[in-house]
């Protein structure tokens, strides 16, 4: 219904971009690598998905068609809506969730809040016939560089993701050597990583 929002972003918070489209506010949900290509006051063009509920009617952001397309294909899947897809290309690229799927990788998707070991298994078996071979041009998502604010978005971003506060704070501890040894911190790579400690955690 909307394929993409393009225009002047007036807004960012941890999870929406609000981006002025003929002089209306569009906010749009978008995953924290998304985010971190985004300048206030600053051209964007993103490709998007309305999800239509009974009581809202939701826009979602992605930075290609490619994500906006696998975001709707994972939503195939018994279980799945537009949160858990999102959270999906939060941490892997679409790329890299094919390769995921094609190679029967359980710890890729389990890597995903939200997804336990039985859940990944149900969704390799939903997902083989749907999301299509790996293209081999997608890395995994890691954004673009932020130099300054990386610790505030990736807090927000695991808040956004469903973690607690504490577990947040301790994931941003954990990578923050990683951050000070990077010129420019990457959010989207700084995420994964987080991630990777929080499973171990638990």
Not at 62 to 84: C, K, N
């Amino acid at each position: 219904m909307i394929a993409f929002v393009s225009g002047p972003v007036a807004a960012l918070a941890p999870d929406t971009a609000v981006v002025e489209v003929g002089g209306i506010g569009m906010a749009v949900q978008c995953a924290p690598n998304t985010l971190s290509a985004l300048r206030v006051g600053q051209q964007a063009k993103l490709a998007t998905s309305l999800v239509v509920r009974e009581d809202s009617l939701t826009l979602y952001g992605f930075a290609d068609d490619d994500e906006r397309q696998t975001f709707e294909l994972l939503q195939t899947a018994s279980g799945v809506g537009p949160r858990l897809a999102q959270a999906m290309l939060a941490v892997h690229s679409p790329d890299a969730l094919r390769r995921a799927v094609a190679t029967g990788d359980e710890k890729a998707l389990t890597a995903v809040p939200g997804i336990g070991k039985k859940g990944a298994q149900k969704l390799l078996l939903e997902y083989k016939d749907r999301l299509g071979a790996p293209t081999g041009t997608g890395g995994p998502a890691i954004g673009t560089p932020v130099t300054s604010g990386w610790s505030d978005q990736l807090h927000a971003a695991l808040i956004g993701l469903g973690y607690a506060t504490r577990e947040a704070d301790e994931a941003v501890a954990a990578v923050t050597p990683q951050a000070e040894a990077s010129e420019k911190p990457q959010v989207g790579q700084l995420l994964k990583a987080a991630l990777q400690t929080l499973n171990r955690a638990r």
